[in-house]
């Protein structure tokens, strides 16, 4: 169990988290230590020889009052990871996941997605679906999400709210929607999609003043579905608040290009300059998919800052095409990656699944561009789950990984007993990263014992 809000714990066992892109610390034996703050005070490297004097030593003149009660030894198969980070996510589609599997792009808006999020103007529907939602996503180890809402303001208000109550580290934003959408679902004009916008920044902050957990994040849908003045205005409530994420569409599929060119010619194409244009592309600029990328569009988003959210799931179901982004040649270029499920644009929302795909979307580029993209190891997606991720989201220096000073987000996988579901069974010879190998490659939520949000356990009720 948790220890109350305010006390300080500490975990001992088997220890697993990202360092870099490619190099993983893996260490059987450490204690974790989480100060009051629900900040990680230190990681120590631990011998099973000697051990209660090895932690009397690290436990004993502590900065901070840590009752020995509050310290949580690991069953036999469990270890410790940093929670997933899940850098882009529709709230509003947790009800319709896995509809419309093969549709191209602009036909699956038409006629599931719309529909769907129209539903979200009754605040009581949307409280439902969003409890669902948040909960569900905790209990697949999401730790922190950036989330698309509706186009209704008060329902991306409860969806703030429930992200605050569940204890979800949440990035939370009012879809813009001007123009070229359904009647049913659409703004009436750029002045009341600016002023919803402005009223959910403002709700935002009243919950949580010093965005401990929940921010807004300026969410124009795709520049499809924005007139150029709504473009305007959310350029410009960004220059006006620095602090402020933005997170849109971007090169995710053909048709919607296409579209994107139709609409905005004077761009030549070009979506990197289009979003430039009207001020949102910066370091806090979260572009999902970004599958067709040209030199132009790359040296851009470097030189701005920008992140990209790599959806493999949804890129390889719902789109029109085989593609998903390049996301060796974007590491390459130092440029931010993490991943997204997409929530309701493929088949899965799980982050396990969003790993194993990522890995057969590089698999298929290798192929395609006869071996200079080197598919993605393990270690790498694992990365992209979370310490990318929260590099993508601005929040490398608060999670990610157990670096000391970060909050501790983590989650405990058991491997083990009634923890093991169908993950491929652990045997007695099998080393610490043969066992995290089985459960990246065939584990799920039910190998998530526990969800740790800034040291305190997240609010899922019981499944």
Request: aromatic fraction near 8%.
């Amino acid at each position: 169990m948790a220890a109350a809000l305010g006390h300080a714990r500490a975990f001992v066992g088997p220890v697993i988290h990202s360092l870099s892109v490619s190099k993983l610390e893996i260490t059987p034996l450490a204690l974790l230590i989480i100060d009051p703050q629900g900040k990680i005070n230190k990681l120590v490297k631990l011998e099973p020889d000697g051990l209660a004097e090895q932690l009397n030593q690290a436990l004993d003149h502590l900065p901070f009052c840590l009752d020995r009660t509050n310290t949580t030894h690991l069953n036999l198969g469990e270890f410790l990871i940093p929670g997933f980070v899940d850098t882009h996510n529709h709230a509003p589609q947790y009800a319709q996941r896995g509809l419309g599997q093969g549709m191209h792009i602009l036909d699956w808006l038409s006629k599931i997605t719309f529909p769907n999020e129209a539903k979200f103007s009754d605040p009581a529907y949307a409280r439902k679906i969003y409890t669902a939602c948040v909960e569900g996503f905790l209990r697949q180890g999401i730790t922190t999400a950036s989330y698309f809402g509706s186009v209704h303001a008060e329902a991306t208000k409860i969806l703030a709210d429930i992200c605050l109550q569940k204890r979800q580290r949440a990035y939370v934003g009012k879809c813009n929607m001007t123009r070229n959408s359904p009647d049913f679902y659409v703004e009436k004009s750029a002045g009341d999609s600016l002023r919803e916008t402005r009223e959910c920044i403002s709700h935002v902050r009243a919950i949580d003043p010093a965005g401990r957990l929940v921010k807004y994040v300026i969410t124009p849908r795709f520049a499809i579905s924005c007139d150029e003045e709504t473009l305007q205005g959310l350029g410009d409530i960004r220059s006006e608040n620095e602090d402020l994420a933005v997170q849109t569409h971007f090169n995710e599929a053909k048709q919607e290009m296409e579209e994107t060119q139709r609409l905005f010619p004077q761009f030549g194409g070009s979506e990197a300059d289009l979003y430039q244009e009207f001020g949102l592309l910066g370091k806090r600029t979260i572009l999902a998919h970004c599958c067709y990328m040209d030199e132009h569009e790359l040296e851009i988003i470097e030189k701005l800052g920008c992140g990209v959210a790599h959806c493999p799931i949804a890129n390889m179901t719902v789109g029109g095409g085989f593609m998903a982004a390049p996301v060796r040649e974007l590491l390459d270029k130092k440029i931010k990656v993490g991943l997204g499920t997409d929530s309701g644009g493929g088949f899965s929302s799980s982050m396990l699944d969003a790993m194993r795909q990522a890995m057969i979307a590089s698999n298929a580029r290798e192929v395609m561009s006869g071996g200079k993209d080197k598919g993605l190891s393990i270690a790498e997606v694992f990365y992209l789950a979370t310490l990318g991720g929260a590099a993508v989201c601005c929040l490398e220096d608060k999670i990610g990984s157990f670096e000391a000073g970060k909050d501790f987000d983590g989650l405990i996988i058991g491997t083990k007993g009634a923890d093991q579901g169908i993950m491929t069974m652990v045997e007695e010879d099998d080393t610490l990263e043969t066992v995290f190998e089985k459960f990246i490659m065939t584990g799920d939520d039910r190998n998530i014992v526990e969800v740790y949000v800034k040291g305190q356990r997240a609010c899922v009720s019981a499944s």
